[in-house]
């Protein structure tokens, strides 16, 4: 499901009720089996938010392996600790979920996170968490599927997992926006590897307007490994749009299909140990993509196929010279008035191969050919992201451009490439309108995608100096 939006979408999905597996190309939904129970929880219109929110607190703690709770809609009110240790099974999960397309909205005080929780095979489904501090604070948590909710208006992060190491991770489909604090959409792992995840999926989410200090949307700390962020839309962030540092010597993490645009930062900054893939970052006050040594070393970085845009400075790859395994292959780098490649340090040792760019190029002399413009060479897309179809023009400089030794099967859709085109950046050569990742059946979603879609420009943001732009 893409950017065609309409009536006939809205009321197909207000018809129908959650739907937990939805198709994606870039993970499989977990299969950890059916609730042999299910326990129903009404909304009592005589009481109010607090004491509902006392009922489902009681409901939630009680749950054990093999049961589901469905909430009805209504407002929630828990204003204390609400840390539920849930321990599910294979096979016999514990499952939280909205009742159908009901709205249950679940808020906290300002000194209390809304949810702190332990366990392990654990699905929330379709579920709104608001106020509070941070939204939701997953601590000894593995095999946890969060999937189709929303988290909103945090005072805090929205959604963090960084005091405990966790794994098989699920969070997907859900809508994050309007954070303060620091601000983080996501925040996972800690400083320094002091705490990890790994072999978790973050898929298909739309993060937007995270504020507060800092205000990235997803941040993959040091240390953290065989993790993939895929699919995501998220724009509109303070600091990068998607942030990862390195995996120390771990499984490298996988950036793939992603749409970032609209930082007061670097749109997308990874520091090393990672395959970046078919990613569209346009319209960052630093650059659209940016790569420095900072808790570790930049080692094993591969960048293929993505569009990378910018009015400013493209691409800033500080700390590239004389690494292991570092690869800068079939990237569209267009900047409008700056370096569409820069490597200050030089690229002694890098492959570069296949790029094509707009600016000029500084720290390596071959591997890219000039492109036109993105208006000649795109079928739509501007250097201030109002216009987003990246998708190559008829003519475009981006078709046989690529080196065909590092193209990847598949495009940022998730269609197979015509290899024999040898195209450029993160799209193909165009045979259906271009797709935007988003949640999948999140009306919240749904209506802010398609307003940002329709939408011309946003009014512009204030700037300050990038982070650790070096």
């Known amino acids: 499901m893409g950017k065609r939006l309409g009536i006939i979408c809205f009321a197909a999905l207000l018809a129908c009720g959650p739907v937990l597996a939805a198709a994606s190309p870039y993970y499989t ?36 392996a093999g049961q589901r709770l469905v909430v009805h809609g209504g407002d929630y009110y828990i204003g204390s600790y609400f840390g539920p240790t849930l321990n599910g099974a294979d096979g016999a999960p514990i499952v939280i979920e909205a009742s159908g397309s009901e709205v249950v909205e679940i808020s906290s005080d300002v000194n209390h996170n809304i949810l702190d929780l332990n366990g392990a095979y654990v699905i929330l489904h379709g579920l709104s968490f608001t106020a509070g501090s941070i939204g939701i604070r997953l601590h000894s948590c593995h095999h946890v599927w969060l999937d189709q909710c929303r ?18 991770l699920y969070i997907t489909d859900n809508e994050i926006y309007n954070t303060a604090g620091t601000g983080e959409g996501m925040y996972l792992g800690a400083n320094y590897g002091a705490v990890i995840m ?26 953290s490994w065989g993790n993939t962020i895929a699919g995501n839309l998220v724009h509109d962030c303070n600091y990068p749009c998607i942030l990862v540092y390195g995996t120390d010597g771990q499984p490298p993490n996988v950036v793939e299909g992603n749409v970032c645009y609209n930082s007061n930062d670097n749109v997308m900054q990874v520091q090393g140990e990672a395959i970046v893939r078919n990613n569209l970052a346009v319209n960052g006050a630093g650059s659209a993509f940016h790569t420095h040594d900072h808790q570790g070393q930049t080692v094993n970085l591969q960048v293929i196929n993505n569009t990378l845009v910018n009015s400013g400075r493209c691409t800033n790859l500080t700390s590239w010279s004389d690494r292991a395994g570092m690869v800068f292959a079939n990237n569209a780098c267009y900047s409008a008035f700056a ?19 707009v600016g000029s190029v500084t720290g390596v002399a071959s591997g890219f050919v000039t492109g036109s413009s993105p208006d000649s060479d795109f079928q739509g897309l501007s250097y201030d992201a109002s216009m987003r179809d990246a998708r190559p023009s008829e003519d475009s400089s981006l078709i046989g451009a690529a080196d065909p030794a590092y193209l990847p099967l598949t495009d940022l ?3 197979p490439r015509n290899t024999n085109q040898r195209v450029a950046g993160a799209y ?19 209506c802010i995608l398609a307003m940002t879609l329709l939408s011309v420009g946003r009014a512009s943001k204030s700037r300050r100096l990038p982070k650790n732009n070096t």
Do not use: C
């Not at 009481?47 to 749950?63: C, D, F, I, Q, S």
């Not at 790994?198 to 240390?223: C, M, P, R």
């Open 428 to 446: 193909d050569v165009p045979a259906t309108p271009p797709q935007e990742p988003m949640p999948m059946a999140n009306i919240w979603g749904l």
């Open 151 to 168: 988290i909103h208006d945090t005072p805090e992060a929205a959604l963090t997992a960084n005091t405990y190491d966790t794994n098989n």
């Open 198 to 223: 790994h072999s978790s999926i973050v898929a298909g989410n739309h993060i937007y307007n995270t504020g507060g200090d800092q205000g990235d949307g997803i941040e993959l700390k040091q240390g």
């Open 339 to 357: 370096e569409a490649i820069r490597f200050p340090n030089g690229s002694a040792g890098v492959t570069v191969t296949g790029n094509v760019v």
């Open 413 to 415: 859709t998730g269609a």
């Open 29 to 64: 939904p977990p299969e950890w089996g059916t609730p042999a129970q299910t326990i129903d929880l009404p909304y009592d219109t005589g009481r109010t938010p607090a004491e509902n929110g006392a009922a489902l607190k009681a409901a939630v703690l009680a749950l054990t």
